[in-house]
Nanobody
Framework: QVQLVESGGGLVQAGGSLRLSCAASGSIFSINAMGWYRQAPGKRRELVAG???????NYADSVKGRFTISRDSAKNTVYLQMNSLKPEDTAVYYCTANARGGVAWGQGTLVTVSS
């Protein structure tokens, strides 16, 4: 089993920056890829960014040029650097891991962007 713990959420003003962290533990060697999803009130959970063990990344069109996903393999941690934040970025952000045993999810961290 893989366990994920997110941190770094909070309240920021539009135009500000925030960095989210996701620390993985457990059967980390079974992980193929990790990423970030978000869910705003009344909306479906959507993919924000993903990164494979090989370092390939992908982003939602709405965050390209503003968000950057990265990893620190030694710490089993992935990050989401969020710049130029907009009110529409307000959501609960969830870390996820694609592992051989299934998909793991973190508990979520709330990001609120005020106008």
């Amino acid at each position: 089993q893989v366990q994920l713990v997110e941190s770094g959420g909070g309240l920021v003003q539009a135009g500000g920056s925030l960095r989210l962290s996701c620390a993985a533990s457990g059967s980390i060697f079974s992980i193929n890829a990790m990423g970030w999803y978000r869910q705003a009130p009344g909306k479906r959970r959507e993919l924000v960014a993903g990164i494979t063990t090989g370092g390939s990344t992908n982003y939602a069109d709405s965050v390209k040029g503003r968000f950057t996903i990265s990893r620190d393999s030694a710490k089993n941690t992935v990050y989401l650097q969020m710049n130029s934040l907009k009110p529409e970025d307000t959501a609960v952000y969830y870390c996820t891991a694609n592992a051989r045993g299934g998909v793991a999810w973190g508990q979520g961290t709330l990001v609120t962007v005020s106008s």
